[in-house]
């Protein structure tokens, strides 16, 4: 079955960095790209960015500029989402999610992607003082 | 950036009942780039419809997808308890991908 399993929940304290991984199996991780996404407590979904594994080519949310890096270890098919210094405002959770199919990107943007279709199970992340 | 705008807010209704979900979107996008995901707490979003009107796999004929241009519904033809969740459109025609706030469907 394929499956991305995400890292454990996590507990911060502002200023501190984070690293949580999302690690596939049952599928060929080189070739689908990996959105990450922020659900805030009580709220809706919110894509971050992305990022393909292949070559590590990351593509990131206008709105999420800055506050964090994509990152891929292809030798363990694990993608990572992390956080340099945290505030208790990126308290959420957060998914991965894999692409069934892969589109374009420019320097702008991207368009033509398939649905992201398999998700993980999500790591909750607290920043708290 | 593409918004998307779901309603109602929240749909009570008895098991057995018709739940009928809109979602409006702010600019005319192919019916290829439109999915609905359904979320029960505690759990991360399944995709039920893809492509405004393919059912996911393992996703129950009950439900069903229509719309075009910038007006879509997702359409549960007899609602089962287990369905009773949080329903979220989604846009992946250009980045960056976005959802509606989210449609609750309750049990009345």
């Known amino acids: 079955e394929v499956q991305l399993v995400q890292s454990g929940a996590e507990i911060k304290r502002p200023g501190e960095s984070l690293k949580i991984s999302c690690a596939a199996s049952?599928?060929?991780?080189?070739?689908?790209?990996i959105s990450w996404l922020r659900q805030l407590p009580g709220k809706g979904l919110e894509w971050m960015g992305m990022?393909?594994?292949?070559?590590?080519?990351?593509r990131y949310s206008p709105s999420f500029l800055g506050q964090f890096v994509l990152t891929v270890d292809k030798s363990i098919a694990s993608a990572h989402l992390q956080f340099y210094s945290l505030k208790a405002s990126d308290t959420a959770m957060y998914y991965c999610?894999?692409?069934?199919?892969?589109?374009?990107?420019?320097?702008?943007?991207?368009?033509?992607?398939?649905?992201?279709?398999?998700w993980g199970q999500g790591t909750m992340v607290t920043v708290s003082s | 950036e593409i918004v998307l705008t779901q309603s109602p807010g929240t749909l009570s209704l008895s098991p057995g009942e018709r739940a009928t979900l809109s979602c409006k979107v702010s600019?005319?996008?192919?019916?290829?780039?439109l999915a609905w995901f359904q979320q029960k707490p505690g759990h991360s979003p399944r995709l039920v419809i893809f492509?405004?009107?393919k059912r996911a796999t393992g996703i129950p004929d009950r439900f069903s997808g229509s719309g075009s241009g910038t007006d879509f519904t997702l359409t549960i033809t007899g609602v089962e308890p287990e369905d009773f969740a949080v329903y979220f459109c989604?846009?992946?025609?250009?980045?960056?991908?976005?959802f509606g706030q989210g449609t609750k469907v309750e049990i009345k």
């Open positions: 990022i393909y594994p292949s070559d590590g080519d990351g």
């Open positions: 999610a894999r692409h069934k199919g892969a589109g374009y990107c420019n320097s702008a943007n991207c368009w033509g992607f398939d649905v992201p279709d398999v």
């Open positions: 049952e599928y060929n991780f080189d070739n689908f790209w």
């Open positions: 989604h846009q992946y025609r250009t980045s960056p991908w976005t």
């Open positions: 600019q005319a996008i192919s019916t290829t780039y």
């Open positions: 492509g405004a009107s």
